[in-house]
Each structure stands twice: as structure tokens, then as C-alpha cells.
């Protein structure tokens, strides 16, 4: 395997220890006490803090923010570590802190996992493999998660909760209690439509006879309590004299995912 690729704008301390065929990119920061293995790719203007232990072809892409202090105020610069194992895939802006004395002093993630752009797991979590963590989804202190589990989207797990092997938590749920096995979890309230962006209209240069039509037409489909067939019918009546109508009408015509009311 070829030797270690290392930018020149890389700062490494010299008791980190790069394997073969790894690559540091540029402005990145390995600090001390950091074992990166080989075949590993840590992109741009990421910092590694140690001591940390980073598997073999592992791909930490730029701005990340793996084995820093843990957010924690007990903390008081006890030794402590993260273990992250093999061919993770850790996305932009990802924030992985190092264990606490009082939690077991280790963070702990398998192999095979994706976390995407702006998550975080805290300190003293352990994650095990085949898991997916979704943009922004979050992690607080001393978590369990097992195997094949996926977090979506904004979704946020209380700190010593555990969710278990194959478990799904939707988008934007938050998670106050343990999950066991093959459950699927949701927040009770997605979001629902308030009435429309009139204010955003006017600012972007729609007049009052538009802003009327698309009233209008809010009030058909979200307020008339009709069915969506019926809905959709009126719309298409009111789209004849608005071409706004007519972009609402085709979105909704051109959906695959329900529409939300």
C-alpha cells in the first residue's frame, strides 16, 4: 500500500501515527494521541483530537469535528478517548466528542456507519454498526444504539437512552425513553399548513389581486374540508384566471408523497 498523502497546509503532531495509504487534507488538524488507519480519508479543515483511535478506510469529509473535549461541565480534562472503527462514512460538520471520566471514559462507534452532514454524538455513547444518522440528528450523552438503526432527519435521542438493534426514529422525533428492537418511532405532529406566505409575497413584488387568487385557493384545498379530488377540481376552476393557482395545481398534481393538509 502506498505511504500516507499528508497536504502541506496539514498540521500532524508528531506523535500521531498515520497509516499506509491514509490521506490528511488541507488545513486539517491531527493533534496528539490520534492513531488513524490505513486506507482512511480525513478531508479539508477537519480536526482530529485525541486521544482517538480511527479505523481503516474510514471517509471523514471536510469541517468535521471528531475526539474533541466532551460538552460537559464536569469534565476536567481527565484522559479519555474515542474508538471509531472501520469504513464509516462521517459527512460535513460532523461533531464526535471523547468519553467523560464519570461515564466510562470512552465513545465508542462501530463500522459501517454513515452520519451526514451536522450530527453529533456525545460523549460516552456507543453506536454499533450498519447504523444511519441523518442530517442533524443528535445524540446526547452516555446513548446506546445498536445495530442497523436509523435516525432521521433533525431526530434527537435524550442522554442514557438506548434504541435497539433495527429500530427507525423519524424525522424530527425526539427520543425521551429506550426503544426496543424493530420499532418504528415518529413524533405525534408533523408540521401543518398555517395559512400562506403573504407577507413573503408582497415583499417579493406580488400584488393584492394574486395574493387574493392564491388565498383562494389555500382556502379550496386546506380549508374547505373537501376531499382532495374535490379540492384539486375547484383548484382547477380557480386556475384559469391565475397563473399562480396553475403552479399550485401541477405541484400537486406532479406529487408522489401525500400532499400535506
Known sequence: MAAAAIHASA?????????????????TIIGAGVEIGAGTRIGPHCSVLGPTRIGRDNHVHGHAAIGGEPQDKKFRGETVRLEIGDRNV??????INRGTG???GVTRIGSD??????????????????????????????????????LSGFAGVHQFCRIGDHAFIGMGAFVNGDVAPFLMVAQDGY???????????????????????IRRAYRAVYMSGE??????????ELAAGSDDVRLMLDFIEGGDRPLLR
Not at 460516552?124 to 438503526?149: M, R
Not at 376531499?227 to 382547477?236: F, G, Q
Open 191 to 213: 408540521g401543518r399548513p398555517r395559512g400562506i406566505n403573504a407577507e413573503g409575497l408582497k415583499r417579493r413584488g406580488f400584488d393584492a389581486d394574486r395574493i387574493a387568487a
Open 90 to 95: 462521517i459527512r460535513e460538520f460532523a461533531t
Open 113 to 150: 456507519n454513515w452520519l451526514l452532514a451536522y450530527t453529533h454524538v456525545a460523549h460516552d455513547c456507543v453506536v454499533g454498526d450498519h447504523c444511519i444518522f441523518s442530517n442533524n440528528a443528535t445524540l446526547a450523552g452516555h446513548v446506546v444504539v445498536g445495530d442497523h438503526v436509523i
Open 11 to 27: 498540521i500532524v503532531d508528531p506523535s500521531a501515527v498515520i497509516g499506509e495509504g491514509a490521506s490528511i487534507g488541507a488545513f
Open 102 to 104: 464519570d461515564g466510562g
Open 227 to 236: 376531499a382532495l379530488d374535490e379540492a384539486r377540481a375547484k383548484l382547477a
